[in-house]
């Protein structure tokens, strides 16, 4: 494989600084030329500048869409949240192959991300969507019957609606596989992330949400599935890290050597599956819902569990009434009737709005 001109976005994250372990492991492969943050750590912020000396570098939303712009291979999109969309459309429009590990700009964008993304230009870094990209390759999108997303279940598996009241945001913060930021950990333990990974992998694959289904695999050993129309079911499975997604990502199609340990088979092991359980953990449905709502709906339903995942560490909304916002939300949310395109700001302004109302209604609760 020639070697690969990258921007990272969100390089001070888990995802941004897990790109960089792997570019310091394989120079022959990878140079970056571009890094961007949030600003939250400067300190490793200006440390990474100095190592690999980009030809673009900033912090901000605005160091994000212009080093998206620059001239590369591979951007790779490792910002959390909303504010990741217009570094996403300004990679698609400049033509530029996009690793994307910031799903919200693809669910909140929509067919807004997709009419811009020529075939095969989005290679998706979450680990769920990188496992099915890879089952795919064993056969033909019209023998594809469905996909099936794995969750771990979080730190609260088990846990009935009740027994979810007296969670603290530490206890939401301990994820048994994972190390992500505060965000993703949080809706990994309320699962809302597994309900924007339904979404995203609608977006992604073009396959109809009847036809996604969500299993919970605490071991986290595989990734996803894919089942085809004979009954063939083929999963990828890895160590729960996301070296491997990211080296894909960066490195589509090819494969980039020892990127991960392997699965030691030498070990004896349990693997359970197990159903979703709706009632305590009603997230899944609602990303649905939202989903098949289409137009605005995926973005209120994002941007109001920002809003919530913050009050909730603010010490300002129990836990489960994180995803019972959101429900208030959706069902306030009027989706346009008329058919038209959707705009970055049909998109921004929902955005606003859903945190307004939901601040609205934590206050209210709160009062």
Not at 78 to 107: D, F, H, Q, W, Y
Not at 187 to 216: C, M, Q, W, Y
Not at 284 to 312: I, Q, S
Not at 349 to 357: Q, S, T
Request: proline share 6%.
């Amino acid at each position: 494989m020639q070697r690969r001109d990258v921007v990272i976005l969100g390089s001070t994250g888990s995802i941004g600084t897990q790109a960089l372990d792997l570019v310091r492991a394989h120079p022959d492969r990878f140079r970056v030329v571009g890094l961007t943050a949030g600003g939250s750590h400067p300190d490793l912020f200006a440390q990474q500048v100095e190592e690999f000396a980009p030809a673009v570098s900033g912090l901000g939303e605005e160091a994000s869409v212009e080093a998206a712009a620059h001239p590369c291979d591979v951007v790779l999109n490792g910002i959390t949240g909303a504010v990741g969309l217009r570094p996403t459309l300004a990679a698609l429009e400049a033509g530029t192959t996009l690793a994307l590990a910031n799903k919200e700009s693809l669910i909140i964008g929509g067919p807004l991300v997709k009419e811009r993304a020529r075939p095969d230009q989005i290679v998706p870094v979450d680990s769920e969507h990188s496992a099915i990209a890879q089952s795919l390759r064993a056969g033909r999108a019209d023998e594809v019957r469905r996909l099936v997303l794995t969750a771990s279940g979080g730190p609260f598996r088990g846990r009935t609606r009740d027994q979810l009241e007296q969670v603290t945001p530490a206890e939401a913060l301990a994820h048994p596989n994972f190390a992500m930021g505060t965000v993703i950990t949080t809706n990994s333990a309320t699962l809302v992330n597994k309900g924007l990974e339904v979404i995203e992998a609608h977006l992604l694959f073009d396959v109809p949400f009847d036809r996604i289904d969500v299993v919970v695999h605490p071991q986290q050993l595989i990734h996803s599935m894919v089942e085809f129309v004979d009954g063939a079911v083929v999963a990828q499975l890895g160590l729960p890290t996301m070296l491997v997604p990211i080296s894909l990502g960066m490195g589509w199609p090819d494969r980039v050597p020892d990127a991960e340990t392997p699965i030691d088979w030498t070990k004896a092991a349990d693997w359970r599956f197990e159903p979703l359980d709706d009632e305590a953990f009603p997230a899944v449905r609602l990303a649905r819902e939202a989903g098949e709502r289409g137009g605005t709906a995926p973005a209120v339903y994002n941007a109001a569990n920002e809003a919530c995942v913050a009050a909730f560490h603010a010490g300002g909304l129990a836990f489960p009434a994180i995803v019972d916002v959101i429900g208030e939300v959706l069902a306030a949310h009027d989706v346009p009737s008329e058919k038209r395109d959707l705009t970055v700001e049909d998109v921004l302004g929902a955005d606003a709005w859903a945190r307004e109302e939901a601040a609205r209604l934590i206050a209210r609760s709160t009062a």
